[in-house]
Structure formats: structure tokens, C-alpha cells
């Protein structure tokens, strides 16, 4: 997430979740064991927060919300310091793919709107196939701590 006013990006904006999947227990464990190394916890309590602007059993898009929301979700300080932090979790989130994330502008409100896409995690097989996902996770946790999980999560016949 690119920013260069950050006055485009408070916590007054208003935002809506936009997801088509819903979390399995598989994907949650993908989400802990693989991809919080990577990004940290604050970067995945983003991405839960926002799955959760819709019913868990639902996918679609959420109501419209104020971004304050987030912040307080998160326990930021409203203000430019707090707006820095979110912006660098939002783009932690969209480098390793799980959510792309889009200025709107709404007529009906004389606004603009931040829309946060959600995407699903990758299945344990794709994952360990992607060199850039695998590489940063070695990257933060060690090679023999990727290889353990790899076994873990992928059958014998994947592997």
C-alpha cells in the first residue's frame, strides 16, 4: 500500500472488506505456521480483523465502516504515527499476496473509500512451490524450521 499524503489515509476515511472464500481450519494453520513468520502478529491480526467485517460462513462485501475501527481493533494511535503503522502492515499483507488494496471514489458520498480485498491463503502444496514465499521464510525462520514444516504439512507423495 503506497502512500504519499498521508492525510489521504486516516482514520475518519471509511472502508469495506471485500472476500470470496472463507477460512478452513488448514488455511488458519497456513495462516499462523507460514505466513505470520513472515509478516509478524500485528500483520495477521490485520488480515483476521478484516475477514471478520463479514460472518465467518459468508463471503461479499462488508458495510461501510470508519477506519477507526481498525485502530482501536489494533490498539493504534489515531494520528500519523498510527497511520504509518497501518500502512506498513497493509503492505506487508500485499506483498505476500493475501490482500490488494484500492482507493475508491463514491459519488453517492462525496468520498473516498478504502477497499481492502481479501485473498485466501495458499494451500501448504502451492505454497512451498512459490520460491519467493519459500526463500522469505527461510529467510526469517531457518532452513531446518521451513524443511520441519514442509514435512508437517505436505503428505510423503507431495514432498
Given at each position: 500500500?503506497?502512500?504519499?499524503?498521508?492525510?489521504?489515509?486516516?482514520?475518519n476515511?471509511?472502508?469495506r472488506?471485500v472476500?470470496g472464500?472463507?477460512?478452513?481450519p488448514?488455511?488458519q494453520?497456513?495462516?499462523?505456521?507460514?505466513?505470520?513468520p513472515m509478516?509478524?502478529?500485528v500483520?495477521?491480526g490485520l488480515?483476521?480483523?478484516?475477514f471478520?467485517?463479514l460472518p465467518?460462513?459468508?463471503?461479499?462485501?462488508?458495510?461501510?465502516?470508519h477506519?477507526?475501527?481498525?485502530?482501536?481493533?489494533?490498539?493504534?494511535?489515531?494520528?500519523e504515527?498510527g497511520r504509518?503503522?497501518?500502512?506498513?502492515?497493509?503492505s506487508r499483507?500485499?506483498a505476500i499476496?493475501l490482500?490488494?488494496?484500492?482507493?475508491?471514489y463514491?459519488?453517492e458520498?462525496d468520498?473516498?473509500?478504502?477497499e481492502?480485498?481479501?485473498?485466501a491463503?495458499?494451500?501448504?502444496?502451492e505454497?512451498?512451490k512459490?520460491?519467493?514465499?519459500?526463500?522469505?521464510?527461510?529467510?526469517k525462520?531457518?532452513?531446518?524450521?521451513?524443511?520441519?514444516?514442509r514435512?508437517?504439512?505436505l503428505?510423503?507423495?507431495?514432498t
Amino acid at each position: 500500500m503506497r502512500m504519499t499524503n498521508m492525510l489521504h489515509f486516516t482514520e475518519n476515511h471509511r472502508f469495506r472488506t471485500v472476500r470470496g472464500f472463507s477460512l478452513s481450519p488448514l488455511d488458519q494453520k497456513v495462516l499462523s505456521c507460514l505466513y505470520q513468520p513472515m509478516v509478524g502478529a500485528v500483520a495477521i491480526g490485520l488480515y483476521y480483523t478484516l475477514f471478520h467485517q463479514l460472518p465467518a460462513d459468508r463471503a461479499g462485501v462488508s458495510a461501510l465502516e470508519h477506519q477507526r475501527k481498525l485502530f482501536l481493533a489494533l490498539e493504534l494511535e489515531p494520528g500519523e504515527r498510527g497511520r504509518k503503522f497501518l500502512v506498513e502492515q497493509a503492505s506487508r499483507l500485499e506483498a505476500i499476496g493475501l490482500m490488494q488494496t484500492y482507493r475508491k471514489y463514491v459519488q453517492e458520498l462525496d468520498d473516498y473509500i478504502y477497499e481492502y480485498e481479501l485473498l485466501a491463503p495458499q494451500v501448504p502444496a502451492e505454497f512451498f512451490k512459490n520460491q519467493h514465499l519459500t526463500l522469505l521464510l527461510r529467510d526469517k525462520i531457518g532452513k531446518h524450521a521451513v524443511l520441519a514444516l514442509r514435512e508437517e504439512m505436505l503428505p510423503a507423495d507431495e514432498t
